[in-house]
C-alpha cells in the first residue's frame, strides 16, 4: 500500500515527547547480545522494520530471541562462536548497517552466507566494506556493481591488520571490529574523522579489551562477551526532525525526554545552534555507558552558515532536516564535505535540492554537498524517493510552509520511525496519511 503524507501549513510544537530508541544502539544490541554468553534484556528497542531485519537474521542463525514486546528484548546468547548456518538467504530489507556489519561478523563464521536486501539496499556500495574485509583473510563477493547480494564464504581464517580508513564511515569501522573478534591477534582501526562509537562502547561494556587513542581504535579478540541489561535511549536522529521543528515553527516550545548525547552524534545540535537555534540540553545523566539528557527547544530566528566540514561526520544523517531548517533561515548555509550523503537510501543531495526547489526555494547541488538559499516555503508535491529520511524532513517543512505540501511514498518511514506520523500530530504538525 502507497502511503503518502499530507502536511497543512501551520501549526506549532509544544509539550513533552519521547521518540523511538537509537536505532544505531539497538542494531548492536541484537548483535552482540546474539554473541554474548548469558541472556541479554534490551528496553527501549526501536521496534522498526530495519532493526527487526537484523532480529530475524539472528533468528534464522539458531538464536532465541524473545520479543521485541514494547521495546523490550530478551536474547538468550549462543556465544561467539555458536552461530548456525542459515536456511537460505538472510533478508536485510532497508537495513544498510544490517547489510554492513553482518558482512564483517559472517565473514569470520565457518558457514556460507548469503546477504540480500530490497531494491534500494540492492543499490547500497558494498566495496568499502569487503575491500578491507578481503585484506583480513574473508572471502567474499558482491554483484559486478560492488552492490548487494553479498555472498560470503565460511572457514576463513581472519588475521590480524592495522587499518587507515579513506571515509569516514561508523559501519565500515564496525563491520571491522566485529571480524576482529575472531582475528589471531590484536587489530587497528584508524579514521579521518571520529564517527559514532556505539560499537566500541558496548564492547567494552561486555568485558571485551578496546583501547581508544585520538582517531585510532585497537581490539584484542576476546574469549567470550558477558552478557549486560542494555538501556537504549531515544534517537536523536529521530529527535533531529522535532529539534528543527521546534526552531522554525512560531511560539513552539517542545521537550524531548531521554535523548542520546553521544558526543559522535552531537553535530545536529552544534549545527542548529550554530545557526542561532534556542536548543538546552537538561539533565545529563549516563545510561548503560551513553550520555543521555532531555532537550528543551523553542522557536528561534535562523541565520544561515558555513557549516563546518569538522561537524558532517556527527550529524551525517541529519542533513535532510538540516537543510529545511536552511530553508528558513536568513541568508545562504552551505555544506560541503557530505559526498557520503549520495550513497544513503536515495542520493539525499538531489533528493533535497530537487525537493526544496519545489517548494520555492534556491537550492544547488556541490559534488560533495549544497547551498541553500533561505527564503519561505511554499506548497508543493514532492518525492520522497523512498527514503524515510526525506519523508520525515519534508513534512518538518509545513510547519514554515504558505501552502499545503504533499510527500510522495512514505512507507519507509516505518525502518527508523514507527509511529512518525501520531507523534507528529501530537506535538503539533498539521499532518495527515493519505
Not at 501551520?10 to 554474548?36: M, N, Q, W, Y
Not at 525526554?257 to 553535530?267: A, D, E, Q
Not at 518538518?396 to 525502518?415: E, H, Y
Amino acid at each position: 500500500m502507497i502511503i503518502n503524507y499530507l502536511v497543512q501549513p501551520g501549526g506549532r510544537f509544544s509539550g513533552e515527547i519521547t521518540v523511538p530508541g537509537d536505532k544505531s544502539i539497538s542494531h548492536r544490541s541484537v548483535i552482540f547480545g546474539a554473541l554474548c554468553d548469558g541472556v541479554t534484556e534490551v528496553s527501549g528497542l526501536l521496534q522498526g522494520m530495519d532493526v527487526l531485519a537484523t532480529i530475524h537474521a539472528f533468528r534464522e542463525m539458531g538464536v532465541f530471541i524473545d520479543g521485541p514486546d514494547g521495546g523490550h528484548l530478551v536474547i538468550h546468547g549462543n556465544g561467539l562462536r555458536g552461530l548456525s548456518a542459515p536456511h537460505g538467504s538472510l533478508d536485510l530489507g532497508n537495513s544498510g548497517t544490517s547489510m554492513r556489519l553482518l558482512t564483517g561478523l559472517l565473514s569470520a563464521q565457518q558457514f556460507d552466507s548469503t546477504l540480500v536486501g530490497d531494491e534500494s539496499l540492492s543499490k547500497r556500495p558494498m566495496m568499502r566494506v569487503i575491500k578491507p574485509l578481503s585484506a583480513m583473510g574473508a572471502t567474499i563477493n558482491a554483484s559486478a556493481n560492488g552492490t548487494p547480494p553479498v555472498q560470503i564464504s565460511g572457514g576463513s581464517q581472519i588475521s590480524s591488520q592495522a587499518f587507515k580508513l579513506e571515509i569516514a564511515s561508523a559501519q565500515v569501522k564496525s563491520a571491522l571490529l566485529l571480524a576482529g573478534l575472531y582475528a589471531d591477534s590484536p587489530i587497528s582501526v584508524t579514521e579521518p574523522v571520529k564517527t559514532r562509537d556505539h560499537t566500541e562502547r558496548m564492547l567494552a561494556d561486555m568485558g571485551c579489551e578496546i583501547e581508544t587513542a585520538d582517531l585510532t581504535i585497537r581490539l584484542h579478540p576476546p574469549s567470550m562477551l558477558q552478557a549486560k541489561a542494555i538501556n537504549v535511549p531515544a534517537d536523536i536522529s529521530s529527535a533531529a526532525f522535532f529539534m528543527v521543528g521546534a526552531s522554525i515553527a512560531r511560539d513552539s516550545k517542545l521537550l524531548i525526554k531521554n535523548v542520546g548525547i553521544n558526543p559522535t552524534r552531537t553535530g545536529v545540535i552544534e549545527i542548529l545552534q550554530l545557526m542561532g537555534a534556542n536548543i538546552n540540553l537538561l539533565n545529563p545523566r549516563q545510561s548503560t555507558g551513553e550520555p543521555v539528557a532531555d532537550i528543551e527547544v523553542c522557536s528561534g530566528d535562523l541565520q544561515g552558515i558555513q557549516i563546518p566540514e569538522s561537524l558532517v561526520a556527527s550529524a551525517i544523517d541529519e542533513f535532510p532536516v538540516l537543510m529545511i531548517a536552511a530553508a528558513c533561515a536568513k541568508g545562504q548555509t552551505v555544506v560541503t564535505g557530505a559526498r557520503e550523503l549520495r550513497v544513503k537510501e536515495s542520493d539525499r543531495i538531489a533528493s533535497m535540492v530537487t525537493g526544496l526547489k519545489v517548494l520555492g526555494i534556491d537550492a544547488k547541488e556541490l559534488e560533495d554537498g549544497m547551498i541553500v538559499e533561505g527564503g519561505q516555503i511554499q506548497g508543493g508535491e514532492v518525492e520522497s524517493y523512498d527514503d524515510h529520511r526525506i519523508s520525515m524532513a519534508f513534512a518538518m517543512a509545513g510547519l514554515a510552509s504558505q501552502a499545503p505540501i504533499k510527500i510522495n511514498d512514505c512507507r519507509n518511514v516505518a525502518t527508523s520511525f514507527p509511529g512518525f506520523d501520531q507523534l507528529a500530530v501530537q506535538a503539533g504538525l498539521n499532518l495527515e496519511v493519505v
